[in-house]
């Protein structure tokens, strides 16, 4: 068997695409699809223009609604059932219900080691799952409250144990009240379809590793295992048999592998132009980015504010298919501020190139900032200096 060579070029695009940020498909498909295209959406508590789980669609859609956003993650079906549900996949994410029985072996893992962060009262579990019964759906505050009194980490009795009843799928969520949690019981939300399946581990690795090899275009074995957090010999156990292809990219060490339907129809379409989160998925494998797209991007939010380089909550600026610049942004009296931009170096390595960064960056920043109701743009500090100018132009045209 021959075994397919691509470029660099190839695969980002590839990429891109098979990310929904190429060509017209996720555009018919709204949220929902965007949601199902990517298998995972991460979720994350800060919030500066939008929480990252609305930022992704955003970028995909444009200035789809945040309500919209919201609704079409938390709504229920006629039937009560959910369209989505929460739990530990990247990280705590979004996930299409139709992904409930594929994380039964995270479920029983959990079940096999006996306790996450805390170890946990059997009795607090009783009571949670009682109060459930007779009243749910309810929040944390309505199950007694989520903190004992100290520190963020010093959870309550109540909290440890929905958690940990969470983590095993004894408890789920499947909407959310604003960004909080809102618990309940898997029979009462998960399609009987999904909750009466209880597929083996193998089948659930193989059937996430496919999914991560399509949500990514083509992917090494680290990359395919990052997506949903699983372990390399997980995914070493199953590659062979979930439908992806091997191949060959100019420039990897690794080996790789390729979802076929990519093969067969090679990614067109127009590029977007987007500010990204630091959490979406296109970006969140920092080594696969740098692969990828030759951007080296780290989340400064934790580090401490003198010893940031790029700023708090940099979000890298898509454009042309490519990570031009990034851009750290605050909203102040229906202003959108960019703390700090900055374009790469290549990006402004000629005239030209200079001319459609300067441009691509003040329709990203004009663009988001009509999204989150801003009526202008404020740029404090960008780098390089000397484009001030040609980006206040641009931003007035935009």
Do not use: N
């Amino acid at each position: 068997m021959t075994v397919v060579e691509l470029t660099a070029d190839e695969v980002r695009r590839i990429q891109l695409a098979a990310q929904g940020l190429l060509g017209a498909g996720p555009r018919r498909q709204g949220v929902p699809g965007v949601l199902r295209r990517l298998g995972a959406v991460q979720l994350d508590t800060i919030s500066v223009l939008a929480r990252s789980h609305e930022l992704v669609p955003y970028a995909r859609l444009g200035p789809v609604g945040r309500a919209a956003v919201e609704d079409a993650y938390w709504s229920l079906t006629p039937a009560g059932t959910g369209v989505a549900f929460e739990y530990w996949a990247h990280a705590a994410c979004v996930l299409p219900i139709e992904e409930w029985p594929l994380l039964e072996f995270r479920r029983r893992e959990f079940r096999r080691r006996g306790r996450r962060w805390h170890d946990t009262s059997e009795e607090a579990c009783e009571v949670v799952l009682k109060r459930l019964r007779a009243d749910g759906p309810l929040t944390m505050r309505e199950l007694g409250g989520a903190k004992a009194g100290g520190e963020w980490w010093d959870w309550s009795e109540q909290k440890i144990a929905v958690e940990w009843l969470l983590d095993i799928g004894e408890v789920v969520c499947v909407r959310r009240d604003g960004w909080r949690r809102v618990y309940d019981l898997p029979e009462r939300v998960i399609p009987r379809e999904l909750l009466e399946q209880g597929p083996a581990d193998e089948d659930c690795l193989r059937r996430l590793v496919a999914q991560a090899g399509r949500a990514l275009g083509v992917a090494t074995r680290a990359d395919l295992a990052d997506y949903y957090r699983l372990k390399g010999a997980q995914v070493e156990a199953v590659i062979a048999d979930c439908g992806l292809v091997p191949v060959r990219v100019a420039g990897w060490r690794q080996p790789a592998w390729a979802d076929p339907a990519v093969l067969d129809a090679p990614p067109r379409g127009r590029h977007v132009t987007t500010l990204l989160s630091p959490f979406d998925s296109l970006i969140w494998d920092r080594a696969r980015t740098s692969r990828v797209f030759g951007f080296d991007h780290r989340l400064e939010a934790y580090v401490p504010k003198a010893k940031r380089v790029h700023g708090y909550f940099t979000m890298p600026v898509l454009s042309g298919g490519r990570l031009i610049g990034r851009v750290d942004p605050a909203r102040d009296k229906g202003v959108l501020v960019a703390r700090r931009a900055s374009l790469e170096p290549w990006a402004t390595a000629t005239a030209a190139r200079t001319e459609t960064s300067v441009a691509a960056l003040a329709t990203a920043l004009r663009h988001a900032a009509e999204w989150v109701g801003c009526h202008d743009v404020r740029v404090e500090i960008l780098d390089p200096p000397h484009l001030a100018a040609p980006l206040a132009q641009a931003l007035r045209t935009a």
